[in-house]
């Protein structure tokens, strides 16, 4: 693999932000406030919403090349490109938000889970204790992930098989023969758990959220 390109620091006004050339063009560059700009004249490169994302347009050999910001930046710092299978998500699920430190690289079944468990959209995202029951019999788990989808639904895509859990859980219905529900608080009291609250300050000012020593989110 090719050594990353050296890191770069660069006055923005009285301010002072680390930058790395864009792999796919060195007039240009990522700035880890989440922003590209042009390296000849300093400035910030317009950007324009869809669908929530940064996107920004630029010539490449003469051509216009419209790119998402979000891509752009961890691709740079990270100097390699994102791999087959895998995305950039944010974070804090604020589209719009490409600080460096927003982004990290995911699976498709890490990003519908980043963006299903978000609880309303002025709260903290949580993962919620979910309940499966077949024939009778009820299990609880801290949260739906890849390893449980693949214990369900060994044959499907997991990020299908994700959805259609999710779509299940919000009609109440079933999939893959099996019922799905976010856990009442009745089954996450116990010996087995210890909790604890969550201090407003780390989830956004929220308050009557719990966290266990065995995993598990209680919502208000």
């Given at each position: 693999?090719a ?5 770069v ?8 932000r680390?930058?790395?050339v ?7 560059s990522a700035?880890?406030d989440g ?12 950007e324009?919403r869809?669908?929530?994302y ?15 910001v979000?891509v ?7 100097y ?6 895998m995305?950039i998500?944010?974070i804090n699920?604020?589209r719009?938000?490409?600080r ?18 978000r609880?309303?959209r002025?709260r903290?995202?949580?993962h919620?204790a ?6 009778g019999?009820?299990s ?9 989808l693949?214990?369900i639904a060994?044959?499907?895509n997991p990020?299908?098989?994700m ?11 079933t999939a893959?023969?099996y ?5 009442p ?9 210890v ?5 407003p ?5 929220a308050?009557g959220y ?11």
């Amino acid at each position: 693999m090719a050594s990353p390109k050296p890191l770069v620091t660069k006055a923005v006004g009285d301010e002072h932000r680390d930058t790395r050339v864009l792999m796919i063009s060195s007039t240009y560059s990522a700035t880890s406030d989440g922003h590209i700009i042009n390296n000849r004249t300093g400035k910030r490169l317009a950007e324009r919403r869809i669908c929530g994302y940064s996107k920004v347009t630029f010539k490449v050999k003469g051509k216009a090349v419209p790119r998402a910001v979000h891509v752009l930046v961890w691709t740079a710092f990270n100097y390699r490109p994102v791999p087959r299978g895998m995305s950039i998500d944010h974070i804090n699920r604020v589209r719009d938000d490409n600080r460096l430190v927003n982004l990290r690289l995911a699976t498709a079944v890490q990003q519908v889970a980043n963006s299903e468990s978000r609880v309303g959209r002025s709260r903290p995202i949580m993962h919620r204790a979910i309940t499966v029951s077949k024939g009778g019999t009820v299990s609880v788990f801290p949260r739906m992930d890849e390893t449980l989808l693949r214990s369900i639904a060994p044959t499907s895509n997991p990020t299908t098989a994700m959805r259609k859990v999710y779509a299940a859980m919000k009609t109440g219905g079933t999939a893959y023969g099996y019922t799905f529900a976010y856990a009442p608080s009745d089954l996450l009291e116990g010996s087995s758990h210890v909790w604890k609250e969550i201090p407003p300050t780390s989830i956004k000012g929220a308050t009557g959220y719990y966290a266990s020593d065995t995993g598990f989110i209680k919502t208000p």
